[in-house]
């Protein structure tokens, strides 16, 4: 399956009065990259938020709180905004599909599959509002997340046996933290529809945690991880597991060594942005980064952008960044790009 985002319409919510991105080319084909640009302030975070808490409400809940819509509330982000309206339209598997948060205005279509919280039988109340391929959707997707169903499951799930890929958010605040190892964890990568790549302060769930676990459990995927890691190029410095530490560390070129947290800011925003897509990356998926120069020298820029684009092409997703570097407008091309503001 292949999820691929079409156009996104924010109405009030943040700093954006009304704005509609459309995120295909002239032809009518999905652009594999997209850049969102614009001046501090111009609402590009904001845009990366409602896709991923639009989103969000095809995730159910656990049984005990499900209604016959298989939600309980909608996504906190989009309760707090009290935003006008806001749509996200996409393909599903092939299947075009809207997300809807509030009354739509009168120049807003919905396709006739759909998911939201459109109007509500009292004055400034919303209900729940699915189609049956989006209750489908949303079932195999808590299928997998280990959420069961009180549905049966129908045919068109078992033809349709394929995963559903999930959403990765990275938001701009990404930073390794020191962390401090007692044992060793089991780091097992459970399926999230919507992935929030946050910063982790404590050793579970470290990206640090997850290497040293997968150089005692599973060494050939160690060996491809660390291979990428050394292939990235950080300037001769190469990555290896000290058993005796409990740590990971890099050797520089001239055989000093340090540990992982100890990287510049810079080399930690490009290894946790290419090391977290390679660890959770499904094929199909949706790759929202925010604030993509975030610390990077110019250098390690096109690093980051070449690296991308190569696990593109190992695993195809489509790619969505904000940025107010004009680099990266050259990059990626000015007709794969979106203006919210001049910058």
């Given at each position: 399956?292949?999820?691929?985002?079409?156009?996104?319409?924010?109405?009030?919510?943040?700093?954006?009065?009304?704005?509609?991105?459309?995120?295909?080319?002239?032809?009518?084909?999905?652009?594999?990259?997209?850049?969102?640009?614009?001046?501090?302030?111009?609402?590009?975070?904001?845009?990366?938020?409602?896709?991923?808490?639009?989103?969000?409400?095809?995730?159910?809940k656990s049984l005990d709180t499900l209604d016959d819509h298989q939600v309980q509330k909608a996504p906190?982000?989009?309760?707090?905004?009290?935003?006008?309206?806001?749509?996200?339209?996409?393909?599903?598997?092939?299947?075009?599909?809207?997300?809807?948060?509030?009354?739509?205005?009168?120049?807003?279509?919905?396709?006739?599959?759909?998911?939201?919280?459109?109007?509500?039988?009292?004055?400034?109340?919303?209900?729940?509002?699915?189609?049956?391929?989006?209750?489908?959707?949303?079932?195999?997707?808590?299928?997998?997340?280990?959420?069961?169903?009180?549905?049966?499951?129908?045919?068109?799930?078992?033809?349709?046996?394929?995963?559903?890929p999930s959403i990765i958010y990275l938001p701009h605040n990404r930073s390794l933290e020191p962390v401090?190892?007692?044992?060793?964890?089991?780091?097992?990568?459970?399926?999230?529809?919507?992935?929030?790549?946050?910063?982790?302060?404590?050793?579970?769930?470290?990206?640090?945690?997850?290497?040293?676990?997968?150089?005692?459990?599973?060494?050939?995927?160690?060996?491809?991880?660390?291979?990428?890691?050394?292939?990235?190029?950080?300037?001769?410095?190469?990555?290896?597991?000290?058993?005796?530490?409990?740590?990971?560390?890099?050797?520089?070129?001239?055989?000093?060594?340090?540990?992982?947290?100890?990287?510049?800011?810079?080399?930690q925003n490009l290894l946790i942005i290419l090391i977290e897509l390679y660890r959770k990356l499904l094929?199909?998926?949706?790759?929202?980064?925010?604030?993509?120069?975030?610390?990077?020298?110019?250098?390690?820029?096109?690093?980051?952008?070449?690296?991308?684009?190569?696990?593109?092409?190992?695993?195809?997703?489509?790619?969505?960044?904000?940025?107010?570097?004009?680099?990266?407008?050259?990059?990626?091309?000015?007709?794969?790009?979106?203006?919210?503001?001049?910058?």
């Open positions: 399956m292949k999820l691929e985002l079409r156009s996104v319409r924010i109405k009030n919510c943040g700093p954006i009065d009304d704005i509609k991105i459309d995120f295909f080319d002239a032809s009518g084909k999905t652009l594999p990259v997209c850049v969102i640009g614009g001046a501090n302030g111009s609402g590009k975070t904001t845009v990366l938020e409602v896709i991923a808490a639009m989103a969000e409400m095809l995730i159910p906190d982000f989009l309760a707090k905004k009290k935003s006008e309206y806001l749509q996200m339209d996409f393909l599903v598997g092939g299947k075009e599909m809207s997300l809807f948060y509030g009354v739509p205005p009168t120049d807003a279509r919905l396709h006739e599959e759909k998911c939201g919280w459109g109007k509500g039988p009292y004055p400034n109340t919303l209900m729940p509002e699915d189609t049956g391929f989006a209750i489908e959707i949303r079932q195999r997707i808590g299928m997998q997340q280990g959420i069961p169903s009180k549905y049966p499951a129908s045919d068109l799930y078992v033809a349709l046996s394929d995963l559903v401090s190892p007692d044992q060793i964890q089991k780091e097992a990568d459970a399926y999230k529809f919507v992935q929030r790549i946050e910063v982790v302060r404590q050793f579970w769930g470290s990206l640090t945690s997850y290497l040293i676990w997968l150089e005692y459990s599973d060494t050939e995927r160690f060996e491809q991880m660390r291979k990428f890691l050394n292939d990235l190029d950080f300037d001769g410095k190469t990555f290896h597991v000290n058993r005796k530490e409990l740590d990971v560390f890099v050797k520089t070129k001239d055989g000093h060594e340090h540990r992982l947290h100890e990287l510049s800011s810079g080399e094929p199909g998926s949706i790759v929202l980064i925010d604030e993509i120069e975030n610390s990077l020298h110019p250098a390690y820029q096109h690093r980051l952008a070449q690296g991308l684009l190569a696990l593109q092409k190992e695993i195809p997703y489509q790619l969505i960044v904000t940025t107010h570097a004009p680099v990266f407008v050259e990059i990626f091309s000015a007709e794969n790009t979106r203006v919210l503001t001049p910058f």
